[in-house]
């Protein structure tokens, strides 16, 4: 009788909370949780997201959140014994509700949805989940872990941080990836680990993806474990140890068949930098090539001696001298010829060969193709003539694997020239459906290669507007298929922004030759700003110590390569 009491008094409380707060789109609820107790959530119309902490007996809380007014019989939870149960299961189908909840360290979870995504992180005793096609992401501790992952319906999909064991079919159509690992035992040399936590996982789903300890937001659009493409294995040979592991993730089979044959990479050995001892020289007169660009990322010209301040390690360094540079550049035209713009190579070929003829005489060009893969159709050349004949060698078609293309100029293309004045212009519709990086894994590989990035976008149908292929006159929606899909236009943005490029989102034709010479200009304004330095040489690379600044508000320099003097 007391048990049955303390049910329906939870279940009274919990219906007076939603009638109070009827009119609101979210509430939370505490609830008893860790060692010995259990959640249970049901959420057939949204996301499930718990996350448990690596306190021990905590009070745990729910959260149910959503776009309109949550209804005292939407959500129901009830507290048996050390068990919380969540219902979700509103009147309107149509109605999404989101439940977030944390919970303490070694309490059980389990969850059932269809479609909604289900994220499970922490240290829980077990997490259960079932569902239809709703993505599966865990991140747990990994010094000892149980997994018995099974896909109804359909071949595995998954992207792990760790080696798996392998899939097996254990009746028609259903497949299994069952096995154990733990962290310790991967290198001898590390320390063991006391009372390591023992966590398991039991994951089933119809047809959708499991994550293992992998961010969704680095998980390519195509999962499938298809051949390397001579992009992947080029930024595998490169050593980038964040770009091979993506890969590796998304087609681990393939990507073990062509390590294996692979010699042991060796790394790059570092330079490691030192201040001049009293009896050396003393100071060595450097010269720093440098842009500088306002708040609206555009440069900043007429600049002079008196507007620079230059420091090492936080002392000021003598500026001697500033000057307008005219150092050439190594400019990647990185061209989209996939199957969106098919039926308009000839507008590629004249786009590019625009760009050839609007380039300095000094400047070297190299230009690569990209669809499902990449092909440089020159290498970096001064001849105009040349680089416009190569235009004539590639076709269009296939799928865009843009990601992989931009990693691949970024690790092969621009890796030998380290030091030197590099930038990348693209000219796509920049959307990317076949790549094996995410754009979210690019990230650290742009900032670290030094090289300016300017993305021209063109949706694809300008370019078939441009042809005639669409009229006008009489689709009144034609407007809607003239934009860039809102994806592209965040990552074209913020390309530009961590390389110290500018984005140009392309609404008419006649912008993109408008954007080279703006591009140029860009590249044109420039400084040679010429100081002592106590610093040993170390090559064409800006050292992290030194320092350039100007007096100019909401300034930023952007410091490209450095020369010593007398080498």
């Known amino acids: ?33 860790g060692t010995g107790t259990t959640i249970e959530i049901t959420n057939e119309y949204g996301r499930v997201d718990i996350s448990a902490t690596a306190e021990q007996d905590a009070v745990g809380s729910i959260k149910a959140v959503s776009t309109v007014a949550i209804g005292s019989k939407d959500v129901v939870i009830e507290t048996s014994g050390s068990t919380t149960k969540v219902t979700v299961s509103p009147a309107d189908k149509k109605k999404r509700i989101d439940i977030s909840a944390v919970a303490s360290k070694g309490t059980k979870i389990k969850i059932t949805t269809k479609a909604g995504e289900v994220r499970v992180s922490g240290n829980p ?37 760790f080696q798996t064991e392998q899939i097996k079919e254990i009746s028609r159509g259903r497949f299994q990836i069952k096995g154990k690992y733990s ?20 994951f089933t789903t119809a047809r959708g993806i499991i994550l293992l300890n992998v961010p969704p937001s ?28 993506a890969i590796r993730r998304v087609s681990p089979k393939k990507f073990d068949e062509y390590t294996s044959g692979l010699p042991p990479f060796k790394r790059e050995p570092s330079l490691a930098e030192r201040t001049l001892e009293q009896n050396e020289k003393g100071t060595l007169v450097k010269t ?23 420091s090492e390690n936080g002392d000021i360094r003598e500026v001697l001298g500033v000057k307008p540079s005219n150092a050439p550049f190594n400019l990647v035209l990185l061209l989209d010829v996939s199957g969106s713009i098919d039926n308009y190579v000839n507008f590629i070929r004249k786009a590019a060969r625009n760009f050839v003829e609007t ?79 995410a754009f979210d894994t690019l990230k650290g ?36 298929f ?71 508000p909401d300034s930023t320099v952007i410091i490209g390569s450095i020369e010593t003097a007398g080498k």
């Open 1 to 33: 009788m007391p048990h049955k009491l303390f049910l329906i008094s939870a279940i009274v409380f919990v219906s007076a909370l939603f009638h109070n707060a009827a009119a609101g789109q979210e509430f939370t609820r505490e609830f008893r949780s």
């Open 125 to 161: 005793e077990k997490a259960e989940v079932t569902t239809d096609t709703g993505t599966i992401a865990a991140d747990v501790p990994l010094e000892d872990l149980r997994y018995d992952l099974i896909w109804m319906l359909s071949k595995p999909r998954i992207v792990s941080d």
């Open 183 to 202: 962290e310790t035992d991967q290198t001898a040399d590390d320390e063991e680990i006391e009372n390591p936590q023992a966590i398991e996982l039991d």
């Open 218 to 245: 680095e998980v390519a659009d195509d999962l499938r474990d298809r051949p390397l493409t001579e992009a992947a294995k080029a930024i595998i040979r490169s050593g980038d140890s964040i770009l091979t592991d």
């Open 288 to 310: 720093a090539i440098v842009r500088v660009t306002g708040k609206d990322r555009r440069v900043i010209a007429d600049l002079n001696a008196d507007d620079f301040k230059v």
């Open 359 to 437: 380039v300095g005489k000094d400047d070297r060009v190299s230009i690569i193709v990209f669809n499902d893969d990449v092909k440089t159709l020159s290498t970096f050349s001064k001849d105009k003539a040349m680089l416009s004949e190569s235009l004539d060698s590639f076709n269009a078609g296939g799928s865009t694997a843009y990601y992989d293309a931009l990693a691949y100029t970024i690790v092969d293309t621009l890796h030998p020239l380290k030091g030197e004045e590099t930038a990348i212009v693209v000219l796509t519709d920049g959307d990317d459906n076949r790549s094996f990086l």
């Open 445 to 480: 590989a742009i900032g670290e290669s030094g090289a300016l990035i300017y993305p021209l976008y063109v949706p694809s149908s300008l370019v078939a507007a441009s042809s005639g292929d669409i009229n006008a006159n009489i689709d009144p929606l034609r407007s809607r």
């Open 482 to 552: 003239m934009t860039l899909t809102s994806k592209s236009e965040g990552e074209g943005a913020e390309l530009a922004k961590i390389s110290g490029g500018v984005y140009y989102p392309i609404t008419q034709l006649s912008q993109i030759q408008t954007a080279y010479e703006d591009i140029v200009r860009q590249l044109r304004t420039s400084y040679a700003i010429t100081f002592r330095s106590t610093l040993a040489d170390s090559g064409r690379r800006a050292s992290p110590r030194l320092r350039i600044t100007t007096t100019r």
